[in-house]
């Protein structure tokens, strides 16, 4: 599955750029997380819940920024398993400036799912990805306009 988009921060590219190219920033906005377990400055290990239709439970996920370019892109992946299903992920963000201290922030995200949740079918899978990509991008937003940024 891919699914892309844009959205514009109220902060200026080199402030974006330094929020996601923190692995512990980006982590912080994830929804669900239940456990982080830090690895180095690019990799961490984390538990979220996961809940689909009839599937409950968790996934462990080895979360990485896999590319970073200063105040253009950051590019991140996220793969494991769990509640009998697996998950392989693949996300860019490339950034522009657009107004006086604002940003655009362009995303694409490849997304394989695996196991008893693929067989759910492409419907049900695509509308809860994005239910769960513009929770992930509206806290992403508000920590930049709250001023909770760090």
């Known amino acids: 599955m891919q699914f892309n988009g844009e959205f514009e921060v109220a902060a200026p590219i080199n402030e974006v750029y330094s929020f996601l190219s923190d692995i512990d920033k980006i982590i912080a ?24 239709s009839f599937i409950k439970g968790k ?3 080895l979360f990485e920024i896999k590319d970073r370019k200063e ?3 950051v590019a991140v992946s996220a793969r494991g398993s769990g509640s009998g299903s697996s998950l392989d992920l693949k996300a860019s963000y490339a950034l522009r400036p657009v ?3 604002k940003t ?3 995303w694409n995200v490849e997304m394989t799912m ?5 067989s759910m079918g492409s419907r049900v899978l695509n509308g809860a990805a994005e239910k769960y990509i513009k ?7 508000r920590s930049f306009e709250d ?4």
């Open 29 to 52: 906005i994830i929804p669900d997380l239940l456990s982080v377990e830090k690895i180095d400055a690019n990799s961490s290990r984390l538990s979220v819940k996961a809940g689909l």
């Open 59 to 61: 996934f462990n996920l």
């Open 71 to 73: 105040d253009e892109s």
């Open 99 to 101: 107004d006086a201290g």
């Open 104 to 106: 655009a922030v362009s």
């Open 114 to 118: 695996g196991g008893m949740v693929a």
């Open 135 to 141: 929770t992930l991008t509206a806290s992403f937003q």
């Open 147 to 150: 001023g909770t940024k760090q």
